[in-house]
């Protein structure tokens, strides 16, 4: 099994900055892949961005350019770093990791992330 505990989400004002943090722990030779995921209140999961092991990104067309996934090999991390957040931001915050895009199979609790306006 691998688990996933995300950090970093909290209150932010329009137009600031938030960076997330999500450390995988368990068999991390399951993982190629690691994301993340956004739910707003009445709307279904989205996706954020993912990066593979060789740093290979995707993102939502939406958030390209504000937002930035990076990966910590090493220390078998995830981050997500959020510049620019307007109200419509606001979401819980998932982290999830899998064999593949495709097989996110693993996937955190969560973090609040809210933007005021």
């Known amino acids: 099994q691998v688990q996933l505990v995300e950090r970093g989400g909290g209150l932010v004002q329009a137009g600031g900055s938030l960076r997330l943090s999500c450390a995988a722990s368990?068999?991390?030779?399951?993982?190629?892949?690691m994301g993340w995921y956004r739910q707003a209140p009445g709307k279904q999961r989205e996706l954020v961005a993912t990066i593979t092991n060789y740093g290979s990104t995707n993102y939502a067309d939406s958030l390209k350019g504000r937002f930035t996934i990076s990966r910590d090999i090493a220390k078998n991390s995830v981050y997500l770093q959020m510049n620019s957040l307007k109200p419509e931001d606001t979401a819980v915050y998932y982290c999830?990791?899998?064999?593949?895009?495709?097989?996110?199979?693993?996937w955190g609790r969560g973090t609040q992330v809210t933007v005021s306006s």
């Open positions: 368990g068999v991390i030779s399951r993982i190629n892949t």
């Open positions: 999830n990791a899998g064999p593949s895009s495709t097989q996110l199979n693993y």
